[in-house]
């Protein structure tokens, strides 16, 4: 009967796009296989184990522990929220019409807008999101397939660390495996807060014993103490992000305090409360940069003198206000709807105001504005709209309802947001549009061992 149910679901949404032809042919792959053994979608390759090096080197990594074993059975055809959640049926089906469409039936989430690529991002707000709609079947699947093929080895094929290789994908014909081995650090943070969760949720000690594999490494590779002992957390490996030995790279929509938080509550080994404190600051101070007082995609900051000025232009890293930063509203929302942080809510009252003063007058918001304040582009986003309402629920209700009403339920139509591949903004629609209030305030308490 699951069997049939799965068909028919995935048969209904090839009707409304080609890609899901690869699902149904995937579910029938599944089930022709003795033992359900995982085989990849039609025209996606199988996913071999990588080999990798790095110059990394773990610190005395700890036991591996033992993870539940994904399966299909008990998948809920339709994961729920709360009955009383706003927007229940359009979050659900959404989640529902992502998994059939983005995520392989081996749990890899499929990136179409860059060559079929896989990201640790992607596979990250696979498992955040599924451990907040009770979908344990789909967060098993998308951390098996992470932890199998994601991890950085050695050259003799040993861990070098817990954390994930950011980029995943062909890298000469036929063949597939890890493109570029540094790590993402947003996507190891989303990926162990949702391990936490998923520990509390679930009832599942292995999550959270892997999690604190993970936040051992996290601090030890991902944060840097500058003069001062102030510490920050970095974007990804320090060699990478120190271009100097007084300047380091910062991307302010990595600073997720709520994680940190949560962080400090299963790791007393570390503090994690001091990223609290450091992540705060450097918000408020490097939004300061901008002259409309907004978070930039990436800011630098000199150790010696405690000043956030822009990064010299280059291709890759900019000091603008544009997609990534959109993800700061979100992360510091989250913080003050969890957590009743004051700051949290003294910087989006403040950070907020341009947007604010924007849309009242002229009812639409550029999707980048430089750091004079000017808008470089005329085109908007629907990520930046959704990851705005969040922040402006707690700051000004009204805006966050006009542009649920006008610029996110437009873009929706048959469980996408905007473009059939728009893997990005999938995430960032969903995540934005989800009440923080459905996560139980027990889940967000330290547990009892």
Not at 22 to 31: E, G, H, Q
Not at 59 to 88: H, M, Y
Not at 107 to 121: A, F, K, L, M, N
Not at 406 to 432: C, F, M, R, V
Request: hydrophobic letters at 40%; charged letters at 20%.
């Amino acid at each position: 009967m699951l069997v049939l149910v799965l068909m028919f679901r995935l048969t209904a949404f090839a009707n409304r796009s080609q890609r899901c032809l690869r699902a149904v042919t995937a579910v029938a792959l599944l089930f022709s296989v003795a033992g359900c053994t995982f085989n990849s979608s039609k025209g996606q390759p199988e996913t071999p184990q990588p080999t990798s090096s790095d110059l990394w080197e773990s610190p005395e990594p700890p036991a591996t522990p033992k993870l539940p074993t994904p399966t299909l059975s008990g998948l809920k055809n339709v994961p729920s929220l709360p009955p009383s959640t706003a927007n229940r049926k359009l979050l659900e089906e959404s989640w529902d019409i992502y998994r059939q469409q983005f995520i392989q039936v081996d749990g890899r989430v499929i990136d179409y807008q860059d060559s079929d690529r896989s990201t640790s991002e992607g596979q990250a707000y696979a498992m955040l999101r599924a451990v907040l709609i009770d979908d344990p079947t789909t967060f098993a699947l998308s951390l098996d397939w992470a932890e199998k093929n994601l991890h950085r080895l050695s050259d003799t094929g040993t861990d070098i660390d817990q954390l994930w290789a950011w980029k995943w994908g062909q890298y000469k014909p036929g063949k597939w495996g890890p493109i570029d081995k540094n790590f993402a650090t947003d996507a190891d943070i989303d990926a162990i807060t949702a391990l936490i969760l998923a520990s509390r949720r679930w009832n599942q000690p292995e999550y959270l014993n892997l999690a604190r594999r993970k936040l051992r490494d996290l601090w030890y590779f991902s944060t840097i103490e500058v003069p001062g002992g102030k510490r920050y957390l970095l974007p990804g490996p320090v060699e990478a992000f120190s271009p100097t030995p007084t300047t380091i790279h910062l991307n302010p929509s990595y600073f997720a305090p709520y994680a940190f938080r949560l962080f400090a509550q299963v790791d007393k080994d570390r503090d994690w409360m001091s990223l609290v404190k450091s992540s705060y600051e450097a918000l408020e101070q490097s939004s300061k940069v901008s002259a409309a007082g907004l978070p930039s995609d990436w800011i630098a900051l000199d150790t010696q003198t405690g000043k956030f000025g822009p990064i010299p232009a280059q291709k890759n890293l900019q000091s603008v206000y544009s997609f990534d930063a959109y993800r700061v509203w979100w992360r510091v929302a989250w913080d003050a709807a969890w957590f009743k942080s004051p700051e949290a809510q003294k910087y989006l009252s403040t950070a907020t105001k341009h947007l604010e003063k924007q849309w009242r007058q002229q009812k639409r918001l550029p999707a980048r504005i430089d750091l004079q304040g000017k808008p470089t582009v005329d085109y908007e986003a629907t990520s930046q709209y959704a990851m705005l309402i969040p922040a402006f629920r707690l700051t000004s209700p009204d805006i966050a309802e006009q542009l649920l009403k006008e610029k996110i339920l437009p873009q929706y139509h048959q469980g996408i947001w905007d473009d059939q591949s728009a893997y990005y903004t999938q995430n960032l629609a969903w995540i934005g549009l989800l009440p923080p209030d459905v996560v139980s305030p027990q889940l967000l308490q330290p547990q009892s061992k």
